[in-house]
């Protein structure tokens, strides 16, 4: 596509600076791609959506912004079809991001179970399916597993679009492996899957690029899309269950750290009771499970007692059910292990200052308990500056906060500043060069390898059932 500068004044933006290219190529200037992925954004992020506002928030003239948003319309990127509300005059043409212009792919994988998503370009989900899925299986058959379950969402909620990229949340730290905008090569996220080229294989099976981050930076990243931390620039993400580990918000952005390790809190040492140990071993999910079972055969808890008299199985739920039901082991179990976690999220809240402190796991989702008592030690051993506006909650999202913030991974590596200058000029990241060259990469990889999956495009080997719609 050929930018227009007839009209423009002469101007650094205007000027056509780039080296020829060849015969039937579009020429343009690197100051018209500045300014064309300077409006995106702006109308993107919302930070302008009239012409008016473009004109005054870009500071570029009314010509450019004009021949600027032509081109982006017809790059299918904006939609100038809306009118606003007049005042005093025409009404004007309201410019909006067309998030439905592609879509997302988002899979969750946790020790037993996978999430499933589809995404709009806002990070908005518009299905999700939820299903039992053993990791220890490998990642052969859960790459198999997951591309029949990627092929069931393609083919019954594409509507025609395409795909952008995919995100994959992952249980355990996912380290920076490099500074590629488009990753191609499997980081060492968990033991043996390094050697199998899952991220390769996806790649070139839907031909789009994949971003593989933790399941504690996933879930950060959707409660600050589009639960409690909306709009917030600092925030604290706690993750509890067998792992402990913290997502960290600072002025808005997900801090990961030098390696991609940022967060790994379980190991902090805590002592209780002349007992020595890490935040995990006394506070997470398999304390908990142990002294529920203890309880339940010394006969502290009736109530866990008569679980395993009816030949049930005592899990950390079923000790946080019986605290719910005001069992008093349970309620001691649950009440202990929340002060030992408050005790070290009091530490991080008086070193980060943040704004909102988020707790989410299944354990914290269902009892009200363990959360009474991390809020009781935070607010006792912190500042009175730290403490006087901070909000402790549970998340709002529960198991969608790792499908979201996967597809927010996406959508900010896609519109990066500098990534989006390399693809805008051709409408889609799926044309940009550097991506082209992870394809390639990935697909060597994967036949040096002799990975990938089993299934072939379109097979889904069975439609899952309880696909939720958003």
């Known amino acids: ?52 506002e473009i004109e005054r928030e870009s500071e570029l003239g009314r010509a450019i912004v004009a021949d600027r948003l032509a081109t982006l319309t017809a790059l299918g990127l904006v939609d100038e079809s809306e009118l606003g509300t007049a005042s005093g005059g025409r009404a004007p043409r309201l410019v909006r991001f067309r998030e439905q212009a592609a879509r997302v792919l988002v899979a969750t994988l946790d020790q037993t179970a996978i999430g499933i998503g589809l995404a709009d370009l806002s990070g908005r989900l518009l299905m999700e399916h939820h299903e039992a899925m053993d990791l220890a299986l490998g990642p052969a058959a859960v790459l198999d597993r997951l591309c029949a379950v990627f092929d069931w969402v393609l083919e019954k909620h594409l509507d025609g679009s395409t795909v952008w990229g995919i995100g994959i949340s992952a249980p355990g730290p996912v380290p920076i492996a490099d500074d590629s905008r488009f990753p191609a090569q499997t980081p ?101 499970e142990r002294e529920g079972i203890a309880a339940a055969s010394e006969g502290k808890s009736a109530y866990l007692a008569d679980i395993v008299r009816r030949g049930g199985e005592i899990t950390a739920i079923e000790v946080g059910q019986a605290a719910q039901m005001g069992d008093a082991a349970g309620m001691e179990i649950m009440s202990r292990a929340g002060h030992l976690l408050g005790h070290s999220v009091a530490t991080l809240a008086n070193m980060l200052n943040p704004a909102l402190i988020v707790l989410s796991g299944s354990i914290v989702q269902t009892n009200d308990i363990l959360l009474a ?42 519109f990066d500043h500098a990534t989006l200058r390399g693809w805008i ?25 002799g990975g990938g999956s089993e299934t072939e495009p379109g097979n889904s080997r069975g439609a899952p059932d309880g696909a939720r719609l958003s």
């Open 1 to 52: 596509m050929v930018l227009k500068a007839s009209g423009e004044p002469r101007s650094d933006d205007a000027r056509d600076d780039s080296p020829r290219r060849g015969k039937g190529r579009p020429r343009t200037s690197d100051g018209a791609t500045q300014s064309l992925a300077a409006i995106l954004e702006l109308v993107r992020q919302g930070a302008a959506s009239t012409r008016q």
């Open 188 to 288: 060492a996220f968990l033991p043996a899957w390094d050697a199998f080229p899952f991220v390769e294989s996806l790649i070139a099976r839907y031909e789009s690029p994949v971003w593989l981050r933790s399941s504690v930076e996933t879930m950060t990243m959707g409660e600050l899309k589009a639960g409690a931390g909306a709009n917030l620039q600092n925030m604290l993400f706690i993750k509890v269950g067998k792992r402990i580990g913290a997502g960290i918000v600072f002025e808005g952005r997900l801090y990961r750290g030098a390696q991609g390790a940022a967060g790994l809190i379980g190991q902090l040492p805590v002592h209780a009771g002349g007992q020595g140990g890490t935040i995990e071993t006394l506070a997470g999910s398999d304390y908990i």
């Open 373 to 414: 008592a991390v809020r009781e030690t935070v607010y006792g051993e912190s500042h009175p500056m730290v403490t006087r506006d901070l909000r402790i909650l549970r998340s709002q999202l529960g198991s969608s906060a790792g499908l979201v913030g996967a597809a927010m991974v996406v959508v900010d590596g896609l």
């Open 425 to 449: 000029l051709n409408g889609s990241p799926l044309r940009h060069p550097e991506f082209a060259e992870a394809m390639t990469n990935a697909g060597q990889r994967t036949q040096a390898m």
